[in-house]
């Protein structure tokens, strides 16, 4: 079965995959390993999870309510893309590029997004900052909690959780609250 990947401007043929029993998913995945140049793809809702799309060239692509559940993206550029409704659960996301992305109403972890994202780098952990929760590694809860957590339960996420936390505390809740100041003040403007 032959499918192909259009773009979302023009419907001109981006890439195409012809293999036995073909899905999306797989095209898309051939796609990426060859290289492709799928600046505007077409793929609202497609299936999507568990692909591997590390370093995908997706700028501007159309993935409104794509399933990326478990997708791998990292490093992925997904400058200007539209993933309004898209399900990211479990989603990598760690060095994607993002900005200018439409993430309005993904669904990442628990929270809804109503925004873009902010990642941090350079640290022990990945941290990701969204409109209420941060991620950090693999533990993902609201700012909120992030600023009331003590020593104890900090220190039971994993053996080098508190140095980190204390090293690294008062910078990450200053971004967390720097990134939503920026988001709320340039709605309003």
Known sequence: MKI??????????????ECEANTIKLTVEAAVKARAYLVGAYLVGAYLAGANLVGAYLAGANLEGANLEGANLVGANLAGANLAGAYLEGAYLEGAYLEGAYLEG???????????????????????????HIKIGCEFHSTAEWAA??????????????????????????????????????IKD
């Open 4 to 17: 192909q990947i259009k773009s979302r401007f023009d419907a001109s043929v981006l890439f195409e995959h």
């Open 106 to 132: 993904a669904t990442y972890g628990i929270a809804t997004l109503s925004k873009g994202l902010l990642q941090l780098f350079g640290m022990r952990w990945s941290v990701m900052v969204f409109d209420s």
């Open 149 to 186: 957590f003590d020593d104890d339960r900090i220190a039971e996420m994993d053996g080098n959780a508190l140095e980190f936390w204390m090293k690294n505390k008062e910078f990450i809740l200053l971004a967390a609250k720097s990134f939503n100041k920026i988001f709320h003040r340039n």
